[in-house]
């Protein structure tokens, strides 16, 4: 920022003109964070989220066979962060520890874990439903299964605390994918309308003739190698997809080049208006009246082997409806700004306009779908694996532990922990998203 | 008015064409062989060459009444390396194969004669007559064979080449006839690999087959309500969706009513007696309530009022079926009974919400100047609330329906899951596990059907009740 010359005044007597102090920033997001603040229940919510990321981050510490710190045959180990390294390829295990039944181990010092167990570890003493109430046969306290055991004697706490990884890498992942579809779908049919988007003939017509063969080249001619990549691994098929991805970008924008040799042609030198509004609001008018489970159920029955990556990415690519409404209708609301027009009159392009002052202030509506939709995402999640669709059988997961109840009707702690755990936390990131909707509403600034 | 009613159900076309071929897609790349379901075939690969031949005919001919020969879609986008004619060969391995097989050589004549040329050796094969000398490397032989079908690898192929042509060096009993074969085979192999074109497949083509195709033959009869046949029972898909229809349209049209009855009053008197602690409590309660999974009350309700370990109030979903020669009144009444906690769990959800939405409503018309006119005016609290304000906040409610009733629709999965209803929600279940894909896929165009024409229903009917809305949109 350039400095003011002083003035006289300022010079002579320096320590004695009184500079006023800046005046309260009551910026956009101090007035929404304050008022968030106001609702208390929200505020609880926003704290047991926090509390629940930090149990997903720590779920090895908090429940594991390895000890957290222990001296074996004299050597100190951190056999939970060893593992870490070991997964990362960066150490291995020593020979004597490499099959080790941890729980078994002659220790001559151990810190373990508050719950020594792992979801799929097996406690055949406690097999068949062991309740939270009853005897255990257990060595001691420190062993005793705090919320009971499955019908294979695996620990419900254990499982409920490795479950909230799950729930919320779930809700994060699919929601940052429905939040990029979202966001470019909504601005795009919220920015431009159906009349702001004007392309010349010339260009319309060569992009729709080029999209075929960029289609051809980049994802039918590489169809095979897409394919072998699905089947080696997920991070290879990516790779393939980014690379194909890109080609599709190259060959588009190489195409587009050409476009000064069609306007030669007067005719084709016409602008036409294309209208994206009504384009995107039908597609999603097609995405919402598809029933999401029913969608989901039909695509696990073609997948042959089940993932949680697809269920993410199925919840992803029909959840981001709610994302593109908001986008869309704020920003039909700010196109029409005068800061906008001024932007228009300064000779910024569009695409600036709409990225770097457009977009920002549409973001705000755009937090309250995110929180209804990861609290959906994780409820659907929560639903397919009691269902036991698209799930793998083996991963233990809040929805999985509840259906397992369906399957030993008196074991009511199967129902009632993993059940009031699901209910808990979509209820926080729907009061999350309600605090966020209060509090962001201009009505409720008084 | 008419104009905005006639947009609106051009639009439901497209959109309903639209999801027809999501299902379509989504059903033509599920795994496995549908006829295999339906005929039960066995494992191939035994049985004398005479039991193949006339099992392949039976196979073609099923392929034929079902309409698998038919081409996918009215067109293809492929390279010059496929053929155009691929859609016929009956097998889904071998076409697989074939397909990768041209992509790779990009040459058809010379992969179909090498395709050929494995069948002739199969067949050749098949007719030397087994000896207990013999029977090993014959075996042998004719596993490799089998795997020639599905090798597009350079080296797999030579691995099986070169374990066939065994029988060329050795000196087994099965030499004679098999040899010619196998030469010719590996004279086809190296043909195909000398006149390779591996370039042809960048080069684009279109091919157009005019609607004797498998979607325009699915789409058309679907349309006219022939759902296909499922391939468990070889029943039509239509009658079995009969059979389950009454069961979930009936449940969720008698919990959307509930689901009205009661939360309408209990909107309004929340929002009238705002403030009181009886309207915090109510709408703290009708928030828990609206967050509650169904499934987990199901599962609960199931749990401690059907028996396990503590009261045994209600039958639970395993409760020996009602016999079918009892009186009317005994099984209205047993079904009644049996319906109660299904009913709670699938009402209670959309209850709290419309009960919110309500007295979200009706805040905001209190407030507002006439309402205040009218109680200045003297009238009495009751005709204020239930002629002036209640009307005007009833209208967003009843546009709820579009929300509210897919919603009933697809939470018959779990709930006709956990409480064993044979509803479309149970069907499309059981079918998903016994890969039933005719069931699955009918019961999703149904459900987007009905969410689409619900959602047409209350734009409509919004629309009349409320002008500005068509109204609006004119004037952009």
Redesign the interface.
């Given at each position: 920022m350039r400095k003011l010359p002083l003035t006289p005044h300022e010079v002579l007597f320096p320590g004695l003109v009184e500079t006023s102090p800046p005046p309260p920033a009551y910026s956009y997001w101090k007035t929404v964070a304050r008022q968030f603040r106001k609702n208390r229940l929200a505020v609880w919510s926003l704290r047991f989220i926090i509390i629940l990321i930090l149990v997903a981050l720590l779920a090895d510490f908090l429940a594991n066979e390895k000890p957290i710190l222990c001296k074996y045959e004299g050597k100190i180990y951190s056999p939970v962060f060893r593992e870490y390294a070991v997964d990362l390829g960066l150490s291995q295990w020593p020979r004597e520890l490499l099959n080790a039944e941890w729980n078994k181990l002659r220790y001559d010092w151990v810190i373990r874990p508050v719950i020594p167990y792992l979801p799929q570890n097996l406690d055949l003493l406690n097999e068949h439903g062991v309740s939270p109430l009853s005897h255990q046969v257990v060595k001691s306290i420190r062993w005793r299964h705090w919320l009971g055991t499955d019908e294979l004697g695996r620990d419900v706490f254990a499982g409920m605390l490795h479950g909230t990884r799950i729930a919320l890498s779930v809700g994060i992942v699919s929601m940052s994918l429905a939040l990029l579809i979202g966001l470019l779908l909504g601005s795009l049919a919220g920015f431009f309308g159906d009349e702001g988007l004007q392309i010349s003939r010339a260009r319309l017509v060569l992009n729709l003739l080029l999209i075929?063969?960029a289609f051809?080249?980049s994802f039918?001619?590489r169809g095979?190698a897409l394919h072998d990549a699905l089947a080696n691994s997920f991070s290879s098929f990516l790779l393939q997809l980014l690379f194909s991805c890109s080609l599709f970008g190259v060959f588009l924008a190489f195409g587009n080049g050409f476009v000064f040799v069609f306007k030669r042609i007067p005719y084709l030198r016409k602008k036409v208006k294309i209208p994206v509004d009504l384009l995107i609001s039908?597609f999603i008018?097609?995405m919402?009246?598809?029933?999401?489970?029913?969608?989901i159920?039909?695509?696990?029955?073609?997948v042959?082997k089940p993932s949680l990556f697809i269920v993410m990415g199925i919840i992803g690519l029909t959840g981001w409806t709610g994302i593109a409404r908001f986008v869309r209708a704020e920003l039909l609301r700010i196109r029409n700004l005068e800061y906008i027009e001024a932007a228009r009159a300064l000779g910024f392009r569009e695409f600036r306009i709409l990225v770097r002052h457009a977009l920002p202030n549409a973001l705000s509506p755009v937090l309250i779908a995110l929180a209804f939709g990861l609290?959906s995402a994780i409820?659907t999640e929560?639903?397919l694996s009691?269902?036991g669709?698209g799930v793998p059988a083996e991963t233990i997961t809040w929805g999985s532990m509840?259906s397992m109840?369906?399957q030993t009707?008196?074991?009511?702690w199967l129902?009632?922990f993993p059940?009031?755990a699901?209910?808990l936390t979509?209820?926080t990131y729907?009061l999350v998203g309600e605090g966020l909707t209060d509090a962001l509403d201009p009505r409720g600034k008084k | 008015m008419l104009r905005y009613i006639l947009k609106r159900v051009f639009i439901f076309i497209p959109t309903m064409l639209a999801i027809s071929l999501i299902t379509f897609f989504i059903s033509v790349n599920a795994p496995g062989d549908p006829l295999d379901q339906i005929l039960n075939k066995n494992a191939v690969g035994d049985g004398q060459a005479e039991d193949k031949l006339s099992s392949e005919k039976t196979y073609r001919e099923a392929r034929h009444t079902y309409g698998f020969d038919l081409p996918l879609f009215y067109f293809t986008l492929s390279n010059a390396a496929y053929p155009d004619t691929l859609y016929k060969i009956p097998d889904e391995v071998h076409r697989n194969t074939l397909e990768r097989l041209s992509w790779k050589y990009g040459d058809w004549k010379e992969v179909s004669a090498w395709y050929r040329q494995i069948r002739l050796m199969e067949f050749t094969l098949l007719h030397i007559s087994r000896t207990p000398a013999n029977s090993s490397s014959l075996n042998d032989a004719q596993n490799a064979v089998y795997q020639l079908y599905n090798q597009f690898d350079d080296s797999k192929i030579r691995f099986f080449l070169s374990t066939l042509s065994v029988i060329k060096q050795d000196d087994c009993k099965i030499r004679g006839e098999a040899e010619r074969s196998v030469v010719s085979l590996e004279g086809a192999y190296h043909s195909m690999l000398l006149h390779a074109d591996p370039e042809k497949k960048y080069i684009p083509s279109i091919h157009w087959y005019g609607t004797s195709n498998q979607y325009h033959r699915w789409f058309s009869r679907f349309i006219c309500g022939d759902f296909g046949i499922s391939y468990q029972d070889q029943r039509p898909v239509s009658s079995s969706i009969l059979d389950a229809l009454p069961w979930t349209a009936g449940i969720s049209l008698l919990s959307v009513l509930l689901a009205y009855l009661i939360s309408i009053p209990v909107g309004v008197r929340a929002a009238v007696n705002k403030g009181k602690l009886s309207e915090k409590i109510g709408t703290t309660t009708l928030f828990v309530l609206y967050s509650l999974p169904n499934f987990w009350i199901a599962t609960m309700l199931v749990i401690f009022l059907c028996g396990g370990d503590w009261l045994h109030v209600f039958p639970g979903p395993g409760a020996a079926p009602i016999p079918d020669d009892a009186s009317w009144i005994y099984k209205i009444v047993h079904i009644a009974y049996r319906l109660i906690l299904p009913l709670i769990c699938w009402t209670y959800g959309s209850l709290a919400f419309i009960s919110r939405q309500m007295r979200g409503g009706m805040l905001s018309i209190v407030r507002q100047d006439y309402i205040r006119t009218a109680r200045a005016k003297g009238l009495d609290e009751h005709t204020v609330i239930w002629k002036h304000a209640f009307r005007n906040s009833l209208l967003p409610v009843i546009t709820l329906f579009s929300e509210v009733f897919p919603l009933a629709v697809s939470g018959s999965v779990v709930l006709e899951h956990i409480f064993n209803i044979p509803g479309m929600g149970q069907l499309s279940y059981e079918a998903l596990f016994s890969k039933n894909y005719p069931v699955i896929f009918s019961v999703l165009l149904i459900t987007a059907f009905l969410t689409l024409s619900g959602n047409l229903v209350a734009d409509i009917g919004y629309a009349i009740v409320d002008p500005r809305i068509s109204f609006s949109k004119k004037k952009k």
């Open positions: 075929f063969p051809f080249y039918g001619t095979y039908r008018e097609i919402v009246s598809i029933p999401t489970l029913f969608l159920i039909s695509v696990s029955a073609i042959t609290a409820l929560s639903l009691f269902l669709i509840l109840a369906r009707p008196t074991a009511w129902a009632l059940g009031f699901i209910f979509v209820t729907n | -």
